[in-house]
């Protein structure tokens, strides 16, 4: 049995990219006529697919060249649930990494979730800024009438209006999550379904915890450590 690492939006901060909340975060800024909240949708996707690719293009996929930092380097050896979709973790080395919420560098074809599906390469090396959202449209397939299933692409990430499933790996994390020695959650706000699930699994077990992050919430656990520090200044004292 091993510890197992949880990470979040606080981990890539050293990267340069955005946390979710904060002031430039992903989730306080949405396009000129929505929220990111009502963005993040497969509704969205659905029925305007325009204003949702340029906006996760715009968000998301402008941070795919960024690189690993001290952190992921440190966990490059370890078991690693992340809710991040940067990639950071892979490109630090770690082989067997679930990014339970998806990639920024994959797509998936337009499919009924649940389904079995490949993840593919995505295109964005093919999009022409100087016209991006009629470049997005025709990369991913999109035709007026709307994204058409088994033809056009979708980003792989997992929005708010979908559930995790097996393309995800969340069966992987979860027999990780049981089977671990210890969770230690590094840089989450405990604010997505994955960290719930995570605290219910290690109460029902009685696996200990460890809360890393500046401003740690307060979780329900009756044997938690807390560590109000960046994930950076935690794995400083570890070594």
Same mark, same amino acid.
């Given at each position: 049995?091993?510890?197992?690492?949880i990470?979040g939006?606080?981990v890539?901060?050293e990267?340069?990219?955005?946390?979710?909340?904060?002031?430039?975060?992903?989730?306080t800024?949405?396009?000129q006529?929505?929220? %990111?909240?009502?963005?993040?949708?497969?509704e969205?996707?659905?029925t305007?697919?325009? @204003? &949702?690719? *340029?906006w996760? #293009?715009?968000?998301?996929?402008?941070?795919r060249?960024?690189?690993?930092?001290?952190?992921?380097?440190?966990?490059?050896?370890k078991?690693?649930?992340?809710?991040?979709?940067?990639?950071?973790?892979?490109k630090?080395?770690?082989?067997?990494y679930i990014?339970?919420?998806g990639?920024?560098?994959?797509?998936?074809?337009f499919?009924?979730?649940?389904?079995d599906?490949?993840?593919?390469?995505?295109?964005?090396?093919?999009?022409?800024e100087?016209?991006?959202?009629?470049?997005?449209?025709?990369?991913f397939?999109?035709?007026?009438?709307? %994204?058409?299933?088994y033809?056009s692409?979708?980003?792989?990430?997992?929005?708010?209006? @979908? &559930?995790? *499933?097996?393309? #995800?790996r969340?069966?992987?994390?979860?027999?990780?999550?049981?089977?671990?020695?210890?969770?230690?959650?590094?840089?989450?706000?405990?604010?997505?379904?994955?960290?719930?699930?995570?605290?219910d699994?290690?109460?029902?077990?009685?696996?200990?915890?460890?809360v890393?992050?500046?401003?740690?919430?307060?979780?329900l656990?009756?044997?938690?450590?807390?560590?109000?520090?960046?994930?950076?200044e935690?794995?400083?004292?570890?070594?």
């Amino acid at each position: 049995m091993s510890t197992l690492y949880i990470t979040g939006a606080g981990v890539s901060a050293e990267s340069g990219i955005p946390t979710f909340r904060g002031e430039d975060g992903f989730w306080t800024i949405g396009s000129q006529n929505y929220t %990111p909240q009502q963005m993040a949708t497969r509704e969205m996707y659905k029925t305007n697919p325009s @204003e &949702f690719l *340029t906006w996760y #293009y715009k968000r998301f996929v402008t941070y795919r060249n960024c690189g690993p930092n001290d952190v992921h380097h440190w966990l490059a050896n370890k078991d690693v649930v992340t809710q991040n979709i940067d990639g950071l973790d892979g490109k630090a080395g770690n082989t067997d990494y679930i990014p339970i919420h998806g990639r920024i560098d994959h797509v998936t074809l337009f499919h009924t979730q649940g389904q079995d599906i490949d993840c593919l390469a995505a295109p964005w090396d093919q999009v022409d800024e100087s016209n991006l959202t009629e470049s997005l449209l025709s990369i991913f397939k999109i035709p007026a009438t709307g %994204p058409e299933k088994y033809v056009s692409l979708k980003p792989f990430v997992l929005l708010f209006d @979908e &559930f995790y *499933t097996d393309l #995800y790996r969340v069966s992987a994390a979860q027999n990780k999550m049981k089977n671990a020695a210890k969770i230690v959650f590094m840089g989450t706000s405990f604010s997505v379904n994955i960290t719930q699930m995570a605290l219910d699994i290690a109460r029902q077990n009685r696996i200990p915890i460890e809360v890393v992050d500046p401003s740690p919430s307060h979780v329900l656990h009756p044997d938690v450590t807390y560590h109000a520090m960046t994930a950076l200044e935690y794995i400083s004292k570890q070594d």
